[in-house]
């Protein structure tokens, strides 16, 4: 058992020093001789394959973790696992079949652990699935169970992100809307310039689509503060300038050009 250990700390360390290849070597190798750990062993191999890019052999590695070891402390976290690694290789229909099959691995587990972050966050995703598909009546439904349950900001925000998105392709921009006020006051509470820019740049979309441009050209200069990151401060000052255009107000685009240079 001390050797086990030994190897298992080991391999944590290339794992954590993002040496994977060595990680699953040296696990792959020892698994057999792993005993009570072996489930330990198994989950990390399912991780190391997932933080090296390879989805198919972590998804699978996972799946192994929930089928040989069901009393594993990792049992509700690799069942979530599983799905995301689907998620990455765009198989939506697989990742709905994880997470809300009757009966199913993810779903009899979330049930004895609704407040789980996990299980909250395996909702989140089960949520993006049906936006893939344009399922947005089903995506909608999943988020608002979350309501009492996502306390976390980080969370909160990503709740709220997804509610927007969904209402946004289901046609709903006046909701969608609404919903940006909650999803900018998330943000910012979270303290974390770029969910507070994402969701500001969001709320100047929708704005745009209901053909609000002076509200929308407000909303997308609410980005040219310091701390906002410069992918999403751009993103928005040539939108300001595209909509001064659209106004017919070529002297403020070439202002704003000016300044830019």
């Known amino acids: ?10 391999a944590e360390s290339r794992f954590f020093q993002t040496n994977y290849v060595g990680a699953l070597e040296l696990l792959q190798q020892e698994i057999p001789q792993a005993g009570a750990l072996a489930h330990e062993y198994q989950y990390l191999i399912a991780k190391s394959y997932f ?11 996972y799946a192994a973790v929930v089928k040989k070891y069901p009393e594993s402390a990792h049992y509700l976290e690799a069942s979530y696992d599983e ?6 290789l765009g198989h939506w229909p697989r990742v709905v079949e994880l997470l809300q099959t009757p009966g199913g691995k993810f779903e009899s587990a979330a049930k004895m652990q609704p407040s789980n972050r996990f299980v909250i966050d395996g909702n989140i995703l089960l949520a993006e699935a049906f936006l893939r598909q344009s ?3 089903e995506g909608e439904k999943v988020l608002a169970q979350l309501d009492e349950r996502a306390t976390v900001p980080e969370t909160k925000w990503r709740q709220n992100y997804l509610m927007c998105r969904l209402q946004m392709a289901a046609g709903r921009l006046v909701d969608a809307l609404a919903t940006t006020t909650n999803l ?18 969001l709320r100047g979309e929708i704005l745009e689509k209901l ?3 002076p509200e929308a050209v407000e909303v997308y200069e609410q980005n ?3 701390g906002t990151p410069a992918d999403i401060r751009r993103q928005s000052f040539f939108k ?15 202002q704003r050009l000016q300044y830019f240079i």
């Open 83 to 88: 799905a995301l690694a689907e998620s990455k």
């Open 240 to 254: 300001t300038v595209d909509l001064d255009l659209a106004q017919n107000k070529a002297t403020n685009a070439i």
């Open 1 to 10: 058992l001390l050797r086990a250990e030994a190897v298992l700390r080991q």
């Open 224 to 226: 040219f503060v310091e």
């Open 51 to 61: 933080q090296n890019g390879s989805f198919p052999a972590a998804s699978e590695s």
């Open 211 to 213: 053909d609000r441009l």
């Open 184 to 201: 900018v006051a998330t943000a910012q509470g979270t303290g974390d310039h770029r969910l507070t820019a994402e969701s500001v740049l």
């Open 135 to 137: 399922r947005f009546d």
